[in-house]
């Protein structure tokens, strides 16, 4: 799966220097890291970082999914990474950020959009069709 350049970079440097290894993130066994020891990992994380609320690895998919779609990527190419046999699914992941909401918002009182066309207006002969010229 592709990954951000930025995070290449991160994991290069995590590992450099380190011996072989089957999984990213492993046991000292070599073994990889279970569900429990994932969570466990995670929410350490998120306390160091200050993170508010709960911190589980399903916030990262959550974040990964938003900053996929902030970025301009459509929900269609959000489903794949996230392996999502359901569109709907992968909609549930991605979280408009309250700024973006406020962009939208704003956008809908700056007027109508101009697209070159002539539109009829509510009451202007009952038809909501372009006019022709």
Known sequence: ?????????????????????????????GKAWDRRAIERVVR????????EGKCNRHRFRHTYATTLLERGAKPAQIQKPLAHTDISTTMLYTEVSSEELAEVARSCWTGPVHTGKSYAHPGEGGSLSARHH
């Open 1 to 29: 799966m592709p990954i951000p350049r930025e995070l290449g970079l991160l994991l290069h440097a995590y590992l450099e220097g380190q011996r072989p290894r089957l999984f990213l993130f492993e046991t000292r066994t």
């Open 44 to 51: 350490g994380w998120g306390r160091l970082a200050e993170v």
